[in-house]
């Protein structure tokens, strides 16, 4: 007999006009890890940080661990006690897909561990490990500009869940 | 059993059999999640030879103390010969580096935090093992694994090498030090090729 497949989609947002922020909320219980692939934009150019926030947390409850190479060097840094993760980059044009994987999501035990893969192709490309110092359950991801640009039409937001074995 | 996906056939609605069922690409293995007493090791056997790829993903941590964070081994087959190899680049968040490892007798395949850290924080790791099963081949491993403790952490990417063309029906991991610890938790997956 088959046994069943995971990686669902769950949820898919493309912008259809400019928009200050993308919400998944009320996100099901019943799988083991998220999957949030975004191809944004920014409506401004000048370019800045897609960030993003969970369970409406504003404290400075997040922090993140990173690597990136910028086409000659390779560097890491660090944020402590931060309001908020910065999984993505932001410019005028569709150069920057983000990728975040959250890690037992829905447990009610660990602190929640988030990898995400930032780019902008034309000049960088990192891998952050992001943690929120909550054991709640992840039940929203809201995501943002931290200029407050608008995220440019046509940028798409797809949320998978992938359940474990049992 | 429950019909989780009905994707293409439905959309063409031409079902003619239970084998026009599309269920995807990614099958969910089994998972170990470790119990209060710990574990020294986490490991998937008899792990069928049925796919094209296999992924672990999960949450790690372990005992050791004072250290704030061990190494990541990888064996498969349990192989404890040096017939392994391992290139890794990481960060610290104060600086980049990059090595490698060569005739060990495991894959490092990661960093986990340890029991010198932060209390209830806990690694993320994905770990690719490529065409496993083909008997032709030395098998590779791809892992993106990270940790962060709010102002201590490691992220990195870590690339393996077994030196067999054994196809692999188990995989081990191992902490470096102490043993896994209460709530890590990995979760093997099948990845299907086309036709598969």
Same mark, same amino acid.
């Given at each position: 007999? =088959?046994?069943?497949?995971?990686?669902? =989609?769950?949820?898919?947002?493309?912008? %259809?006009?400019?928009?200050?922020?993308?919400?998944?909320?009320?996100?099901?219980?019943?799988?083991?890890?998220?999957?949030?692939?975004? %191809?944004?934009?920014?409506?401004?150019?000048?370019?800045?940080?897609?960030?993003?926030?969970?369970?409406?947390?504003?404290?400075?409850?997040?922090?993140?661990?990173?690597?990136?190479?910028?086409?000659?060097?390779?560097? %890491?840094?660090?944020?402590?006690?931060?309001?908020?993760?910065? =999984?993505?980059?932001?410019?005028?044009?569709?150069?920057? =897909?983000?990728?975040?994987?959250?890690?037992? &999501?829905?447990?009610?035990?660990? &602190?929640?561990?988030?990898?995400?893969?930032?780019?902008?192709?034309?000049?960088?490309?990192?891998?952050?490990?992001?943690?929120?110092? %909550?054991?709640?359950?992840?039940?929203?991801?809201?995501? &943002?500009?931290?200029?407050?640009?608008?995220?440019?039409?046509?940028?798409?937001?797809?949320?998978?869940?992938i359940k474990a074995?049992? | 059993?429950?019909?989780?996906?009905?994707?293409?056939?439905?959309?063409?609605?031409?079902?003619?059999?239970?084998?026009?069922?599309?269920?995807?690409?990614?099958?969910?293995? #089994?998972?170990?999640?470790?119990?209060?007493?710990?574990?020294?090791?986490?490991?998937?056997?008899?792990?069928?030879?049925?796919?094209?790829?296999?992924?672990?993903?999960?949450?790690?941590?372990?005992?050791?103390?004072?250290?704030?964070?061990?190494?990541?081994?990888?064996?498969?087959?349990?192989?404890?010969?040096?017939n392994y190899s391992?290139?890794?680049?990481?960060?610290?968040?104060?600086?980049?580096?990059?090595?490698? /490892?060569?005739?060990?007798?495991?894959?490092?395949?990661?960093?986990?935090?340890?029991?010198?850290?932060?209390? #209830?924080?806990?690694?993320?790791?994905?770990?690719?093992?490529?065409?496993? /099963?083909?008997?032709?081949?030395?098998?590779?491993?791809?892992?993106?694994?990270?940790?962060?403790?709010n102002g201590s952490?490691?992220?990195?990417?870590? #690339?393996?090498?077994?030196?067999?063309?054994?196809?692999?029906?188990?995989?081990?991991?191992?902490?470096?030090?102490?043993?896994?610890?209460?709530?890590? #938790?990995?979760?093997?997956?099948?990845?299907?090729?086309?036709?598969?």
């Open positions: 007999m =088959p046994l069943p497949s995971t990686y669902t =989609p769950i949820a898919t947002n493309t912008l %259809s006009s400019n928009t200050a922020s993308v919400t998944f909320s009320n996100i099901p219980q019943n799988y083991t890890d998220l999957v949030l692939i975004c %191809s944004t934009a920014s409506a401004t150019a000048g370019g800045n940080e897609l960030n993003c926030q969970v369970n409406s947390d504003t404290g400075s409850n997040y922090s993140f661990t990173y690597i990136l190479g910028n086409g000659s060097s390779a560097a %890491s840094g660090r944020g402590s006690n931060q309001t908020r993760w910065a =999984p993505g980059e932001q410019s005028a044009s569709f150069e920057n =897909p983000t990728l975040m994987y959250f890690f037992n &999501y829905s447990n009610t035990t660990t &602190y929640k561990t988030m990898i995400s893969r930032r780019n902008t192709v034309s000049n960088l490309t990192s891998a952050f490990v992001n943690l929120w110092r %909550s054991t709640s359950a992840i039940n929203t991801i809201y995501l &943002y500009n931290a200029s407050g640009y608008l995220f440019l039409s046509g940028s798409t937001f797809t949320l998978y869940g074995a049992s | 059993m429950a019909v989780s996906s009905l994707k293409n056939k439905s959309k063409l609605s031409t079902l003619t059999s239970p084998f026009d069922i599309d269920l995807g690409g990614m099958i969910p293995l #089994s998972t170990v999640t470790v119990g209060s007493g710990g574990a020294a090791n986490v490991e998937f056997t008899s792990i069928p030879a049925t796919y094209t790829h296999l992924q672990i993903r999960g949450i790690g941590r372990s005992t050791q103390s004072p250290d704030a964070s061990v190494n990541v081994y990888l064996r498969l087959n349990s192989d404890t010969g040096s391992t290139h890794y680049l990481t960060g610290n968040g104060s600086s980049a580096s990059a090595g490698a /490892a060569t005739t060990s007798t495991f894959i490092y395949a990661g960093a986990v935090i340890a029991a010198g850290s932060t209390a #209830s924080a806990f690694e993320g790791s994905v770990i690719d093992i490529l065409d496993y /099963a083909n008997t032709n081949k030395y098998k590779t491993t791809r892992t993106l694994v990270g940790w962060d403790a952490g490691i992220i990195g990417l870590w #690339s393996g090498n077994w030196r067999n063309t054994n196809a692999t029906t188990t995989i081990t991991l191992l902490p470096s030090g102490g043993n896994w610890a209460q709530y890590s #938790s990995f979760a093997l997956y099948g990845i299907k090729g086309a036709g598969a």
